[in-house]
């Protein structure tokens, strides 16, 4: 049997998003075709298919004259993820109830071992996070909204990445720990008080 693995389209895509997430590509700077082709060793149609890609993740978008960019998070972008990110994990704990957070429970875990791990791998350290967050929703049993939570992955991994400024991962931690027992206590209260949170951060940020 012929081995298989990931097509040329999928490597680029993957190399794209691992660049953006990282910092190589900084929120608003140009995406070349010309230059990223030839780095890649693929065909300008192959590029434009793996920066379309990006697009339909919302990394990227395509500008009429002006080729693609990565995304810049001004306040009304996040202030519509971050309501979007709301309305679903706030449903999620109000669907979980009395019962047990097991997989946000088990994100925290791993979390943790990532910042004592890879505390500078912050590309890590933002995925961890956003895992302990979809095992918030995960443990609601809803498949429609785990999917729609999901979907928003990249976005999400993106919008903290520019919190790094304000936090190391232990902080990360201590503060994710909190915000399950508030859960816990206070149910979706707790879910749209810690999303707000890191919303006047970034807006903040952008102000200043």
């Known amino acids: 049997m012929t081995p298989t693995?990931?097509?040329?389209l999928q490597r680029v895509v993957d190399?794209?998003?691992e660049d953006i997430l990282s910092g190589v590509h900084a929120p608003g700077s140009a995406l070349r075709e010309d230059e990223l082709s030839l780095r890649f060793g693929v065909s300008r149609h192959t590029l434009r298919g793996a920066l379309a890609e990006t697009n339909r993740r919302r990394l990227t978008v395509a500008e009429p004259y002006r080729?693609?960019?990565?995304?810049?998070?001004?306040?009304?972008?996040?202030?519509?993820?971050?309501?979007?990110?709301?309305?679903l994990e706030g449903e999620?704990?109000?669907?979980?109830g009395a019962r047990?957070?097991?997989?946000?429970g088990k994100g925290l875990d791993a979390l943790r071992e990532v910042a004592r791990r890879e505390p500078d791998d912050w590309v890590a350290v933002e995925r961890a996070h956003f895992k302990l967050h979809l095992g918030v929703v995960d443990d609601a049993?809803?498949?429609?909204?785990t999917d729609a939570y999901r979907d928003l992955e990249d976005e999400v991994l993106l919008l903290v990445g520019q919190l790094r400024p304000h936090y190391d991962a232990a902080a990360l931690v201590?503060?994710?720990?909190a915000y399950l027992d508030a859960v816990r206590g206070r149910g979706a209260e707790a879910v749209r008080e810690h999303l707000d949170n890191s919303r006047r951060l970034l807006v903040d940020r952008g102000r200043s």
């Open 67 to 87: 080729g693609h960019r990565v995304i810049d998070f001004g306040p009304d972008r996040i202030d519509g993820l971050q309501q979007l990110r709301c309305a």
């Open 174 to 177: 201590v503060e994710h720990a």
């Open 100 to 104: 047990p957070l097991t997989a946000a």
């Open 141 to 145: 049993g809803c498949g429609r909204i």
């Open 5 to 8: 693995g990931p097509t040329a």
């Open 92 to 96: 999620a704990v109000r669907l979980i």
């Open 15 to 17: 190399a794209i998003v």
